[in-house]
Protein backbone atom coordinates (compact mmCIF):
# COMPACT_ATOMS: atom_id res chain seq x y z
CA UNK A 1 0.00 0.00 0.00
CA UNK A 2 1.23 3.53 -0.86
CA UNK A 3 0.99 5.04 2.18
CA UNK A 4 1.08 8.99 1.16
CA UNK A 5 -1.07 7.78 -1.44
CA UNK A 6 -3.57 6.22 0.89
CA UNK A 7 -4.02 8.99 3.36
CA UNK A 8 -4.08 11.90 0.82
CA UNK A 9 -6.94 10.76 -1.21
CA UNK A 10 -8.87 9.94 2.35
CA UNK A 11 -8.01 13.20 4.24
CA UNK A 12 -8.31 14.76 0.68
CA UNK A 13 -12.08 13.55 0.53
CA UNK A 14 -13.20 14.43 3.90
CA UNK A 15 -12.03 18.14 3.25
CA UNK A 16 -13.92 18.23 -0.28
CA UNK A 17 -17.08 16.53 1.45
CA UNK A 18 -17.53 18.43 4.46
CA UNK A 19 -16.08 21.74 2.68
CA UNK A 20 -13.64 21.66 5.61
CA UNK A 21 -10.67 23.78 3.84
CA UNK A 22 -11.92 27.15 1.88
CA UNK A 23 -10.01 29.66 -0.33
CA UNK A 24 -7.91 32.03 1.40
CA UNK A 25 -8.40 29.79 4.82
CA UNK A 26 -5.25 29.75 7.22
CA UNK A 27 -5.82 27.05 8.88
CA UNK A 28 -3.56 26.38 12.53
CA UNK A 29 -2.87 22.12 13.34
CA UNK A 30 -3.08 21.43 16.79
CA UNK A 31 -0.26 19.31 17.67
CA UNK A 32 -0.41 17.16 20.79
CA UNK A 33 2.89 15.20 20.12
CA UNK A 34 1.38 12.19 18.92
CA UNK A 35 1.01 10.06 15.76
CA UNK A 36 -1.93 11.64 14.44
CA UNK A 37 -1.54 15.22 14.56
CA UNK A 38 1.45 14.63 13.13
CA UNK A 39 0.49 13.01 9.95
CA UNK A 40 -2.43 15.75 9.95
CA UNK A 41 0.15 18.71 9.70
CA UNK A 42 2.28 16.51 7.22
CA UNK A 43 -0.81 15.70 4.87
CA UNK A 44 -2.21 19.01 4.91
CA UNK A 45 1.53 20.26 3.79
CA UNK A 46 1.39 18.07 0.70
CA UNK A 47 -2.43 18.76 -0.15
CA UNK A 48 -1.67 22.68 -0.15
CA UNK A 49 1.07 22.32 -2.66
CA UNK A 50 -1.67 20.47 -4.92
CA UNK A 51 -4.83 21.99 -3.92
CA UNK A 52 -6.69 24.20 -6.62
CA UNK A 53 -7.28 26.43 -3.68
CA UNK A 54 -4.57 28.92 -1.78
CA UNK A 55 -4.88 28.01 1.80
CA UNK A 56 -2.07 28.42 4.63
CA UNK A 57 -0.70 26.07 7.14
CA UNK A 58 0.52 26.67 11.22
CA UNK A 59 0.79 24.69 13.76
CA UNK A 60 0.92 24.99 17.65
CA UNK A 61 1.30 22.72 20.61
CA UNK A 62 0.10 23.90 24.37
CA UNK A 63 1.91 22.72 27.23
CA UNK A 64 -0.42 21.74 29.94
CA UNK A 65 2.07 20.00 31.84
CA UNK A 66 1.15 16.58 30.67
CA UNK A 67 4.18 14.78 28.20
CA UNK A 68 5.64 12.46 29.48
CA UNK A 69 8.77 13.64 27.63
CA UNK A 70 11.23 16.61 26.70
CA UNK A 71 9.14 18.49 23.62
CA UNK A 72 12.00 19.96 22.44
CA UNK A 73 12.51 16.81 19.17
CA UNK A 74 9.45 17.58 17.80
CA UNK A 75 10.36 21.19 17.76
CA UNK A 76 13.51 20.34 16.04
CA UNK A 77 11.88 18.13 13.37
CA UNK A 78 9.52 20.52 12.80
CA UNK A 79 11.99 23.54 12.16
CA UNK A 80 13.96 21.35 10.72
CA UNK A 81 11.02 21.09 8.10
CA UNK A 82 10.34 24.90 7.85
CA UNK A 83 7.16 24.23 9.62
CA UNK A 84 5.66 27.37 11.08
CA UNK A 85 5.68 26.65 15.12
CA UNK A 86 4.13 27.69 17.62
CA UNK A 87 4.69 26.54 21.68
CA UNK A 88 3.06 28.38 24.44
CA UNK A 89 3.27 26.92 28.17
CA UNK A 90 0.36 27.54 29.19
CA UNK A 91 0.23 28.94 32.90
CA UNK A 92 -3.40 28.68 34.17
CA UNK A 93 -3.26 24.89 32.97
CA UNK A 94 -0.01 24.65 35.07
CA UNK A 95 -1.21 26.29 37.97
CA UNK A 96 -4.23 23.92 37.92
CA UNK A 97 -2.02 20.64 37.31
CA UNK A 98 -0.13 22.33 41.08
CA UNK A 99 -3.58 23.17 42.81
CA UNK A 100 -5.15 20.39 41.53
CA UNK A 101 -3.43 17.41 40.54
CA UNK A 102 -6.36 14.66 40.21
CA UNK A 103 -8.85 17.52 38.05
CA UNK A 104 -10.81 15.38 35.45
CA UNK A 105 -10.33 15.63 31.74
CA UNK A 106 -13.58 18.15 31.39
CA UNK A 107 -12.06 21.12 33.35
CA UNK A 108 -8.70 19.97 31.35
CA UNK A 109 -10.40 20.65 28.42
CA UNK A 110 -11.61 23.85 28.90
CA UNK A 111 -8.19 25.17 29.97
CA UNK A 112 -7.18 23.45 26.79
CA UNK A 113 -9.82 25.04 24.62
CA UNK A 114 -9.45 28.52 26.10
CA UNK A 115 -5.82 28.15 25.29
CA UNK A 116 -6.72 26.50 21.98
CA UNK A 117 -8.67 29.92 20.77
CA UNK A 118 -6.33 32.52 22.36
CA UNK A 119 -3.19 31.19 20.25
CA UNK A 120 -5.34 30.65 17.02
CA UNK A 121 -5.86 34.72 17.29
CA UNK A 122 -2.32 35.57 17.55
CA UNK A 123 -1.70 33.88 14.33
CA UNK A 124 -4.34 35.07 12.51
CA UNK A 125 -5.73 31.91 12.09
CA UNK A 126 -9.64 31.19 11.15
CA UNK A 127 -9.57 27.86 10.99
CA UNK A 128 -8.26 25.03 13.37
CA UNK A 129 -7.57 21.24 12.59
CA UNK A 130 -7.52 18.59 14.97
CA UNK A 131 -6.23 14.76 15.00
CA UNK A 132 -9.23 12.72 15.59
CA UNK A 133 -9.47 9.76 13.40
CA UNK A 134 -11.84 7.27 12.48
CA UNK A 135 -11.31 5.22 15.55
CA UNK A 136 -12.22 8.46 17.24
CA UNK A 137 -14.79 9.08 15.87
CA UNK A 138 -16.21 5.23 16.05
CA UNK A 139 -15.17 4.65 19.93
CA UNK A 140 -17.21 8.36 20.53
CA UNK A 141 -20.19 7.50 18.25
CA UNK A 142 -20.67 3.76 20.66
CA UNK A 143 -19.79 5.11 23.97
CA UNK A 144 -22.57 8.17 23.36
CA UNK A 145 -25.10 5.33 22.24
CA UNK A 146 -23.93 2.92 24.76
CA UNK A 147 -23.04 4.79 28.15
CA UNK A 148 -24.86 8.16 27.74
CA UNK A 149 -27.98 7.40 26.13
CA UNK A 150 -27.28 9.48 22.91
CA UNK A 151 -26.80 8.72 19.37
CA UNK A 152 -23.83 11.38 18.93
CA UNK A 153 -20.26 11.60 17.98
CA UNK A 154 -17.87 13.93 16.92
CA UNK A 155 -18.02 16.82 14.00
CA UNK A 156 -16.18 16.33 11.15
CA UNK A 157 -16.92 20.63 10.95
CA UNK A 158 -18.13 22.54 13.51
CA UNK A 159 -17.60 26.18 14.62
CA UNK A 160 -16.66 27.97 17.98
CA UNK A 161 -19.82 29.52 20.10
CA UNK A 162 -19.26 32.89 18.62
CA UNK A 163 -18.29 31.60 15.16
CA UNK A 164 -14.82 32.92 14.77
CA UNK A 165 -13.30 29.58 13.73
CA UNK A 166 -14.05 27.07 11.92
CA UNK A 167 -12.85 23.58 13.78
CA UNK A 168 -12.26 20.70 11.81
CA UNK A 169 -11.31 17.12 12.01
CA UNK A 170 -9.62 16.02 8.74
CA UNK A 171 -8.65 12.39 9.98
CA UNK A 172 -12.16 11.41 10.02
CA UNK A 173 -11.90 8.76 7.15
CA UNK A 174 -7.87 7.91 8.38
CA UNK A 175 -7.50 4.80 10.74
CA UNK A 176 -4.83 4.75 13.59
CA UNK A 177 -3.22 1.59 11.92
CA UNK A 178 -2.24 4.21 8.88
CA UNK A 179 -1.08 6.93 10.85
CA UNK A 180 0.77 4.49 12.61
CA UNK A 181 2.76 3.66 9.86
CA UNK A 182 2.86 6.99 8.16
CA UNK A 183 4.20 8.84 11.04
CA UNK A 184 6.98 6.03 11.52
CA UNK A 185 7.83 6.17 7.71
CA UNK A 186 8.16 10.27 8.25
CA UNK A 187 11.05 9.36 11.32
CA UNK A 188 8.54 12.34 13.24
CA UNK A 189 9.20 12.07 16.78
CA UNK A 190 6.46 11.15 18.79
CA UNK A 191 6.06 12.76 22.55
CA UNK A 192 3.79 10.71 24.68
CA UNK A 193 0.79 12.31 26.87
CA UNK A 194 0.49 11.35 30.33
CA UNK A 195 -3.22 11.77 29.57
CA UNK A 196 -3.04 8.70 26.90
CA UNK A 197 -1.53 6.60 29.10
CA UNK A 198 -4.91 7.29 31.62
CA UNK A 199 -7.15 5.63 28.97
CA UNK A 200 -10.43 5.05 30.74
CA UNK A 201 -12.10 1.66 31.74
CA UNK A 202 -14.65 2.36 28.97
CA UNK A 203 -12.22 3.44 25.89
CA UNK A 204 -10.64 0.53 26.84
CA UNK A 205 -13.40 -1.37 26.73
CA UNK A 206 -14.06 -0.35 23.54
CA UNK A 207 -10.69 -0.63 22.00
CA UNK A 208 -10.84 -4.52 22.72
CA UNK A 209 -13.87 -5.20 21.57
CA UNK A 210 -12.63 -3.24 18.59
CA UNK A 211 -10.06 -5.30 17.87
CA UNK A 212 -11.92 -8.50 18.52
CA UNK A 213 -14.29 -8.52 16.23
CA UNK A 214 -12.42 -6.53 13.50
CA UNK A 215 -10.49 -10.08 13.19
CA UNK A 216 -13.23 -11.73 11.36
CA UNK A 217 -15.09 -7.59 10.27
CA UNK A 218 -11.92 -5.93 9.01
CA UNK A 219 -13.88 -3.17 7.44
CA UNK A 220 -16.00 -2.60 10.81
CA UNK A 221 -14.97 0.90 11.01
CA UNK A 222 -15.92 1.88 7.63
CA UNK A 223 -19.64 0.59 7.92
CA UNK A 224 -19.67 2.52 11.30
CA UNK A 225 -19.18 5.53 9.67
CA UNK A 226 -20.95 4.62 6.78
CA UNK A 227 -23.59 4.50 9.54
CA UNK A 228 -23.27 7.86 10.56
CA UNK A 229 -24.02 9.36 7.70
CA UNK A 230 -26.92 7.66 6.55
CA UNK A 231 -29.07 8.10 9.88
CA UNK A 232 -32.51 6.83 9.09
CA UNK A 233 -34.90 9.17 11.50
CA UNK A 234 -38.05 6.99 10.89
CA UNK A 235 -36.45 3.81 12.21
CA UNK A 236 -35.64 5.29 15.88
CA UNK A 237 -37.32 6.17 18.37
CA UNK A 238 -37.02 10.15 18.72
CA UNK A 239 -41.09 11.05 18.34
CA UNK A 240 -39.26 14.47 16.56
CA UNK A 241 -38.51 12.49 13.90
CA UNK A 242 -41.78 10.17 13.64
CA UNK A 243 -44.96 10.44 11.53
CA UNK A 244 -46.94 9.19 15.05
CA UNK A 245 -50.43 10.12 13.18
CA UNK A 246 -50.10 8.74 10.13
CA UNK A 247 -49.51 12.09 8.16
CA UNK A 248 -46.07 11.99 6.30
CA UNK A 249 -46.17 10.55 2.53
CA UNK A 250 -42.08 10.39 2.78
CA UNK A 251 -40.44 6.67 2.55
CA UNK A 252 -38.65 5.10 5.29
CA UNK A 253 -41.31 4.13 7.70
CA UNK A 254 -41.35 0.39 8.73
CA UNK A 255 -44.46 -1.36 7.16
CA UNK A 256 -46.91 -3.49 9.22
CA UNK A 257 -45.01 -6.62 8.21
CA UNK A 258 -41.93 -5.35 8.68
CA UNK A 259 -42.75 -4.31 12.33
CA UNK A 260 -44.29 -7.52 13.08
CA UNK A 261 -41.08 -9.03 12.05
CA UNK A 262 -38.12 -6.54 13.24
CA UNK A 263 -39.61 -5.64 16.65
CA UNK A 264 -39.03 -8.08 19.72
CA UNK A 265 -43.04 -9.59 20.99
CA UNK A 266 -44.19 -7.93 23.89
CA UNK A 267 -44.62 -10.20 26.62
Given at each position: ???????L??V???I????????G??????L?????????????LR????????????????????????????????????V???????????????????H????C?????????E?A?????????????????????????????????????????K??????????????T????????????????????????????L????????????????????????????????????D?D?????????S????????????
Amino acid sequence: MDLEKTLLRKVGEAIGHFRMIRDGDRVAVGLSGGKDSVTLLEALLRLQKRAPIHFSVCAFTIEQGKFLAPIQPLGEYLRASGVDWTYVEDQPSLRLLSEQPDHGCDLCSRFRRRAVYEIARKLEANVIAFGHTADDFCEAFLRNAMFTGRLSALPAVTWSRKREFRLIRPLVYVPETLTREFAVSLGAPVIPCGCSQKTGTVRRTLRDMFNEIERDHPFLKETLLSAMSNVQHGRLLDTRFLDLDGDSDEAGFLSDEQTLVTLPSAR
